[in-house]
């Protein structure tokens, strides 16, 4: 006799059938939410909200401190400048946004 002979073998693959879920497969601990995580997220959007709404005054207020404090002459390749910068910092959050798992 041979090793191959003797030990066990393993079953094919392609014999086996998956299981269907049924009230015996099911996860018997459901995952539980923590009390008040409903209002935490609320409070989560308020300040998100917030948080969008400074964000779009100070982009506006950095174009009138472009225009007050750059000479005339150059106010458009600052302000080409500066909009280069923001186009590149929102794909960058929305490449690694769409990225997160």
Known sequence: MTDDEN???EPDSSRNIPLKESPMTRDINPQKKAPGSDWMN???MIIGLFIL???F???FVIQELIRTWISDQFVPVVSAVYYIIIIVVGIWLL???IRRP
Do not use: G, H, N
Request: net charge positive.
């Open 7 to 9: 030990s066990p073998k």
């Open 95 to 97: 490449r690694d946004y």
């Open 42 to 44: 609320v409070v989560y």
């Open 57 to 59: 005054q100070l982009y």
């Open 53 to 55: 709404i400074a964000a």
